[in-house]
């Protein structure tokens, strides 16, 4: 007998239930390694607050409309003026199997670079509701305050996906990976507790560039 599935949330409900639970989670992704792969700052970009029009979203070059709004942001923005550029993690709740053939398709390996797009508003904004510390003065790249949106190319993107069980467990048992894609359980996301479990820490320590050596040189 095939057992069903039987949501008990609604496809947009789930996705806003996910946001919900990713803005408890801090600034700098739980789990992150600390390496001097990654010297710059982290900044939650998606979701913000519930009141807040412009975040930050990924785009191709020359292409000004279609874009693309994770469901979870999060950029490790470069510390040297002169060579700048952001990593991101980005998480996807996919509510279906056709949810994630899309969504894996818009991070799909490209000779083409995503551009990460911080709007003026964002980068003016507070970092969190108990620290006023203005976002832009965190970005080591920036010496005053921006007029104009903070472009960066993207050099390492992390994507992680957010399966429902049974979809989780078959393409657990059953297909592979891309190097840059990690999977967890819906339910790991929709978990109030979430950013301080043990395995999605030890997850998301190994979305890092660091976590590909053996040892780092310096």
């Known amino acids: 007998m095939i057992q069903i599935d039987r949501p008990e949330l609604t496809y947009r ?24 792969k990654q010297r710059g ?11 807040a029009s412009l975040q930050p979203y990924l785009r191709l070059p020359g292409s000004q409309r279609l874009r693309t709004m ?25 509510s279906t199997l056709q949810n994630l053939l899309d969504k894996r398709s818009r991070f799909a390996p490209s ?3 995503l551009l990460a797009v911080c709007p003026v508003p964002w980068l003016l904004d507070a970092v969190a ?15 005053q305050e921006p007029t104009a949106p903070l472009v960066l190319p993207v050099r390492d993107v992390r994507v992680l996906y957010g399966l ?37 820490r030890a997850l998301i320590s190994r979305a890092s560039g660091a976590a590909n050596f053996m040892a780092l040189p310096w």
């Not at 994770?70 to 996919?94: F, Q, R, T």
């Not at 979809?167 to 990690?182: C, D, I, L, N, V």
Request: proline content about 11%.
């Open 13 to 36: 409900s789930l996705d806003d239930l996910v946001r919900r639970r990713l803005r408890q989670w801090p600034q700098r992704p739980p789990g992150a390694l600390d390496t001097p």
């Open 41 to 51: 700052v982290w900044l939650r970009a998606r979701p913000g607050e519930p009141d």
């Open 70 to 94: 994770p469901d979870g942001l999060w950029l490790h923005v470069s510390p040297d003026p002169a060579d700048a550029y952001c990593d991101i993690l980005c998480i996807e709740a996919c």
């Open 111 to 113: 000779t083409i670079s």
């Open 129 to 143: 509701a108990h620290d006023a510390t203005p976002r832009w003065k965190l970005i080591r790249l920036l010496k």
């Open 164 to 200: 429902k069980k049974r979809q989780y467990e078959g393409f657990a048992r059953t297909q592979m990976p891309q190097a840059h894609e990690y999977f967890c359980p819906m339910e790991a996301l929709t978990d109030e507790e979430g950013a301080s479990n043990p395995a999605m």
